[in-house]
């Protein structure tokens, strides 16, 4: 009979893979192989995951992945952009392309005007135009229409994104540096194409690394696929199994981190978007559904939180104005005195940290 979890040793797990515990004095590099790639919807989230689990971290640090080619932004899991290793972007796409493929037809928005045409000829044509020069969606889309003149731009862009391992390559991404995305392929950006064989075995023990003990339903929420529960069955021999308090069963590596439910969990501040509290089916072990629906807003933006004692207690925001930025923190509920004034220093330290040409740095509560 498999032993029975609590949602504060879920929990513990949780933020001792995901760097939260303590922090790290890995490389960026390996803090982000270790938490299986950083949301990336929009270029800073990333920036800010790292500075809360790594000791030390400076933008430059990622920055540099970036531009030398270690590290890419790429579309993965759940249909959104991610920051990823380069091993990773090979080795998960293909993985994860069911999803693109049902975007094509299934999409509202883009398939009515895609409706008839020859996708694989569509995506050729893209690799090729990609292939001389990179280019943003609308140069893409732009060039596309002149061969389907009866289709809209960002229809035909849409089929090249779901069908090509199309990354956003720097200025995009770098810190301080603006603009629209500019894609390439793998391919040419990479000098390489996704994995001919890739194993999703692999992936799912990459996931429990970073997020487990979890269910197959979590696993699946982190990927935006179907079929895991086949891949944990084949995994099965080689993995611990759990249950958690509602009898939902877990798969875990067997000598992963599973710390005492006690261990002391600091104060934090998580950047938005971070992917903590997107990764999983039950979310429970980090925010509750009733915080969650305050967080994720209705458009899919993740604000930043604040976490206490490890759960999500509120949320966090920078305002800027002519020479002064200040933080404003939003508890949603009572937190200790002791708490607040460990979130207080922490929010200094990254003012300095993201606007150090700022003359004036406060922050406020929001009581």
Avoid at 23 to 43: C, D, F, H, I
Avoid at 349 to 361: F, G, I, M, V
């Amino acid at each position: 009979m498999s032993d029975t979890l609590s949602r504060r040793a879920l929990n513990r797990a949780m933020l001792d893979r995901q760097l939260l515990l303590r922090r790290s004095k890995m490389t960026a590099l390996e803090a982000v192989e270790q938490l299986a790639g950083l949301q990336a919807q929009a270029p800073n989230p990333p920036y800010f995951a790292l500075w809360t689990r790594l000791h030390g971290f400076r933008q430059d640090n990622l920055a540099k992945l970036l531009l030398d080619k270690s590290v890419v932004r790429i579309a993965l899991m759940r249909g959104t952009v991610h920051l990823v290793t380069r091993e990773d972007a090979l080795a998960w796409r293909p993985i994860v392309q069911p999803l693109y493929d049902r975007s094509v037809h299934g999409n509202t928005q883009f398939s009515p005007g895609i409706k008839g045409l020859d996708h694989e000829e569509i995506a050729r044509t893209a690799r090729k135009l990609l292939g001389e020069r990179p280019l943003s969606s609308g140069e893409l889309g732009a060039e596309l229409s002149k061969r389907w003149e009866s289709a809209g731009p960002s229809s035909l862009v849409h089929v090249a994104r779901a069908l090509l391992p199309l990354v956003q390559i720097p200025p995009r991404g770098v810190w301080g540096k603006s603009g629209q995305p500019t894609y390439q392929t793998t391919g040419d950006w990479l000098g390489a194409e996704p994995d001919a064989t890739p194993s999703p075995e692999a992936m799912f023990r990459r996931y429990l690394a970073a997020f487990g003990p979890a269910s197959v339903q979590d696993a699946q929420t982190w990927a935006g696929i179907t079929k895991l529960g086949e891949v944990a069955e084949r995994l099965r021999p080689e993995l611990r199994t759990f249950r958690d308090e509602n009898g939902r069963e877990l798969f875990d590596l067997p000598d992963a981190p599973r710390p005492d439910p006690d261990t002391p969990a600091p104060p934090r501040l998580l950047g938005p978007f971070d992917q903590t509290i997107l990764s999983y089916a039950d979310r429970t072990r980090v925010i509750s559904d009733e915080y969650r629906k305050v967080v994720i807003t209705h458009n899919g933006l993740v604000k930043g939180t604040i976490l206490v004692d490890g759960s999500v207690k509120g949320f966090w925001e920078i305002k800027t104005a002519k020479k002064a930025a200040s933080v404003v923190i939003t508890p949603f509920e009572r937190v200790p005195k002791r708490d607040l004034d460990a979130l207080e220093s922490s929010a200094h330290r990254l003012l300095a940290w993201a606007h150090p040409k700022s003359e004036d740095h406060s922050v406020h509560f929001v009581l």
